[in-house]
């Protein structure tokens, strides 16, 4: 018992021996705290009165700097002001003088005026005295003359537009027969070599085709039970079929050569099958039709083969097989492209030129016409515009607008090409017109020259090619027959339209005659 007692006061003195040292630290830290806290206020009081004392010499100096900045500033300003003041005297000072030297001016203006009006007062008085002399002199001329001085004057007149008709017709005449005579041997020689060597055979389309059938009693297989079967070829060809008392013939009649074809092709298979009715047309009618579609691109790509144009677009070369089954005036236009083509070739290689580029722009300058029947416009402006869409040069597009004088060439090639299209439209036996329209243009020819004054009677021979005119020889002199020429011709190339070109050649007679008694 008495070593537990001992244990227990030895830990509770132990426990009290604590307590007191962790007071004791406690009490020893917050002296310290407290004299670290106190020497903190002191430098922090210290730093403020520092902060204070830089901060009212910092204003001070910035107050100094003002002030002087003040006085710089009011002098420089009095200093202009002092400057713009003695400007301004200067220039009050010149403005001044030059008042002065303007009276001075306006005071001899002042005086030359008054000189100025006596002068022409003296000269009013000598120009009254000089119309009074020409007065007399003219009525003295025009009594010696015995003509009025109007008269006199259109007397003159007339003369000098005589003798300027005659010197303007002798220097026209003689440009002519110069130019005439070096440019006529090379353009032959260029033409004719262009032409012989270009051979094309050319196919006269018509509006009728004929098929041929195996025997008469096809006919009513044709027509159908109440003509139905007739009546179905004709709705899906658009083509009419005419069936008379031709032996063994069925004639398809139609302005358009590709339906005619289509329905060509589609009669001949159906007769060879022998199976016609309205279900079997209409397939046999589609399949021709794709046919005649394969048939169009073979022709187009035969026709570049043929002239040796490569690289056309695939939609140009279908429109120039869909050429085939297109006519003017008679004459094929695939067939007119490709000689056009030729033509061109030879023209270019004769003067120069690029032979290919020419080959194509004659090959595509009608490509138009492959569907001016489904376009509003010329075949000019269709065709420039599809060569514009298939991305053909500026070269071959202003050939094609040029080939019938819309616009300008701007070329050689399309001048080229003008050249070409009207040697194949214009040769002999290129293309055919009917006897009425021919006849209208030689009536319309010989009525263009009759309403000149002078022409005694005209002609219009050698298929309306050349336009021969008889003068009256009083009327017309030798001097004016150049120019009465030349405007006949104008005249006919403004009114008409006709392939190639027109001769006018003028007449002019003077017959003597007198009898022997």
Same mark, same amino acid.
């Given at each position: 018992?008495?070593?537990?007692?001992?244990?227990?006061?030895?830990?509770?003195?132990?426990?009290?021996?604590?307590?007191?040292?962790?007071?004791?630290?406690?009490?020893?830290?917050?002296?310290?705290?407290?004299?670290?806290?106190?020497?903190?206020?002191?430098?922090?009081?210290?730093?403020?009165?520092?902060?204070? /004392?830089?901060? !009212?010499?910092?204003?001070? *100096?910035?107050? &100094?700097?003002? $002030? @002087? +900045?003040?006085?710089?500033? %009011?002098? #420089?300003?009095?200093?202009?002001?002092?400057? /713009?003041?003695? !400007?301004?005297?200067?220039? *009050?000072?010149? &403005?001044?003088? $030059? @008042? +002065?030297?303007?009276?001075? %001016?306006? #005071?001899?203006?002042?005086?030359?005026?008054?000189?100025?009006? !006596?002068?022409?007062?003296?000269?009013?008085?000598?120009?009254?005295?000089?119309?009074?002399?020409?007065?007399?002199?003219?009525?003295?001329?025009?009594?010696?003359?015995?003509?009025?001085?109007?008269?006199?004057?259109?007397?003159?007149?007339?003369?000098?537009?005589?003798?300027?008709?005659?010197?303007?017709?002798?220097?026209?005449?003689?440009?002519?027969?110069?130019?005439?005579?070096?440019?006529?041997?090379?353009?032959?020689?260029?033409?004719?070599?262009?032409?012989?060597?270009?051979?094309?055979?050319?196919?006269?389309?018509?509006?009728?085709?004929?098929?041929?059938?195996?025997?008469?009693?096809?006919?009513?297989?044709?027509?159908?039970?109440?003509?139905?079967?007739?009546?179905?070829?004709?709705?899906?060809?658009?083509?009419?079929?005419?069936?008379?008392?031709?032996?063994?013939?069925?004639?398809?009649?139609?302005?358009?050569?590709?339906?005619?074809?289509?329905?060509?092709?589609?009669?001949?298979?159906?007769?060879?099958?022998?199976?016609?009715?309205?279900?079997?047309?209409?397939?046999?009618?589609?399949?021709?039709?794709?046919?005649?579609?394969?048939?169009?691109?073979?022709?187009?790509?035969?026709?570049?083969?043929?002239?040796?144009?490569?690289?056309?677009?695939?939609?140009?070369?279908?429109?120039?097989?869909?050429?085939?089954?297109?006519?003017?005036?008679?004459?094929?236009?695939?067939?007119?492209?490709?000689?056009?083509?030729?033509?061109?070739?030879?023209?270019?290689?004769?003067?120069?030129?690029?032979?290919?580029?020419?080959?194509?722009?004659?090959?595509?300058?009608?490509?138009?016409?492959?569907?001016?029947?489904?376009?509003?416009?010329?075949?000019?402006?269709?065709?420039?515009?599809?060569?514009?869409?298939?991305?053909?040069?500026?070269?071959?597009?202003?050939?094609?607008?040029?080939?019938?004088?819309?616009?300008?060439?701007?070329?050689?090639?399309?001048?080229?090409?003008?050249?070409?299209?009207?040697?194949?439209?214009?040769?002999?036996?290129?293309?055919?017109?009917?006897?009425?329209?021919?006849?209208?243009?030689?009536?319309?020819?010989?009525?263009?020259?009759?309403?000149?004054?002078?022409?005694?009677?005209?002609?219009?021979?050698?298929?309306?090619?050349?336009?021969?005119?008889?003068?009256?020889?009083?009327?017309?002199?030798?001097?004016?027959?150049?120019?009465?020429?030349?405007?006949?011709?104008?005249?006919?190339?403004?009114?008409?339209?006709?392939?190639?070109?027109?001769?006018?050649?003028?007449?002019?007679?003077?017959?003597?005659?007198?009898?022997?008694?």
């Amino acid at each position: 018992m008495t070593t537990s007692v001992v244990i227990i006061i030895a830990a509770a003195v132990a426990v009290v021996f604590c307590v007191i040292g962790f007071v004791a630290g406690v009490v020893y830290r917050k002296k310290i705290a407290e004299s670290k806290t106190g020497v903190a206020e002191e430098k922090a009081k210290t730093l403020l009165e520092e902060a204070r /004392r830089n901060a !009212e010499a910092r204003a001070k *100096e910035m107050l &100094l700097e003002a $002030k @002087e +900045e003040s006085i710089k500033t %009011k002098s #420089e300003a009095e200093k202009d002001a002092k400057e /713009r003041r003695n !400007e301004l005297q200067r220039l *009050e000072k010149r &403005l001044v003088q $030059k @008042e +002065e030297q303007l009276d001075k %001016k306006l #005071e001899k203006t002042a005086e030359k005026e008054d000189q100025l009006r !006596e002068k022409n007062d003296q000269l009013d008085e000598k120009q009254a005295e000089l119309n009074s002399h020409l007065a007399r002199q003219n009525q003295e001329l025009e009594r010696i003359a015995g003509m009025t001085a109007e008269e006199a004057k259109a007397a003159l007149l007339a003369a000098i537009e005589q003798e300027a008709k005659f010197e303007s017709a002798k220097l026209i005449r003689d440009i002519e027969q110069k130019a005439k005579v070096e440019a006529d041997k090379k353009a032959r020689d260029v033409l004719a070599s262009a032409v012989q060597r270009c051979a094309v055979d050319h196919v006269a389309e018509t509006t009728v085709s004929v098929v041929n059938l195996p025997s008469d009693e096809m006919k009513g297989r044709i027509i159908g039970r109440e003509g139905r079967n007739i009546r179905a070829l004709e709705s899906l060809t658009g083509i009419d079929l005419i069936i008379d008392d031709t032996p063994e013939a069925v004639i398809l009649s139609g302005f358009d050569p590709m339906r005619r074809e289509i329905a060509r092709l589609s009669l001949e298979k159906l007769v060879v099958d022998g199976r016609i009715h309205p279900t079997r047309i209409e397939e046999v009618v589609e399949k021709s039709r794709k046919e005649v579609e394969i048939q169009i691109k073979e022709e187009g790509e035969a026709a570049t083969f043929e002239t040796g144009v490569h690289g056309i677009h695939p939609e140009l070369t279908r429109l120039l097989g869909k050429m085939k089954f297109r006519t003017s005036y008679g004459q094929n236009v695939l067939k007119h492209s490709i000689e056009v083509a030729y033509l061109c070739g030879l023209l270019a290689g004769e003067l120069g030129a690029d032979v290919a580029l020419a080959k194509r722009a004659g090959l595509l300058h009608d490509i138009g016409k492959a569907i001016d029947h489904d376009v509003e416009g010329s075949h000019v402006s269709i065709g420039a515009g599809l060569c514009k869409k298939y991305k053909e040069s500026d070269l071959i597009i202003n050939a094609v607008e040029a080939h019938h004088g819309d616009v300008e060439p701007t070329n050689i090639i399309s001048v080229i090409t003008q050249i070409a299209d009207s040697i194949s439209g214009s040769r002999p036996g290129a293309r055919r017109e009917t006897l009425e329209a021919y006849m209208k243009r030689l009536q319309a020819l010989e009525a263009i020259a009759d309403e000149f004054d002078g022409v005694e009677k005209s002609f219009a021979i050698q298929a309306g090619r050349e336009l021969r005119i008889v003068i009256i020889p009083d009327i017309v002199d030798d001097a004016s027959l150049i120019l009465l020429a030349r405007d006949i011709a104008k005249r006919i190339e403004s009114e008409l339209e006709y392939p190639g070109q027109i001769k006018v050649s003028l007449i002019r007679e003077t017959r003597a005659i007198e009898y022997a008694k």
